[in-house]
């Protein structure tokens, strides 16, 4: 937690955004992964996860574009 912080802090507002953005796209392609991984083996669990993964990195971006337009 404390270790988060201190790197959150030396990174400043572009690094942070950048990573936010980098961890959207990563759960947005793990999500797919899992959500096709699900589909060719017929897990409707997986699939379900993969949508939701997906779902949550869609959300983060989404959130990262919101902050990128109030900074403009």
């Known amino acids: 937690m404390v270790e988060d912080r201190n790197v959150e802090q030396s990174k400043g507002v572009s690094g ?7 961890q959207a796209k ?3 392609a793990k999500g797919k992964i899992k ?12 699939t379900a996860e993969g949508r939701t993964d997906q779902a949550k990195g869609d959300a983060r971006q989404a959130k ?3 902050k990128d337009a109030l900074t403009d």
């Open 26 to 28: 990563t759960e947005q």
């Open 16 to 22: 942070m955004a950048a990573d936010e953005k980098a």
């Open 35 to 46: 959500e096709v991984a699900g589909r060719t083996v017929g897990n409707e669990r997986l």
């Open 64 to 66: 990262e574009k919101v």
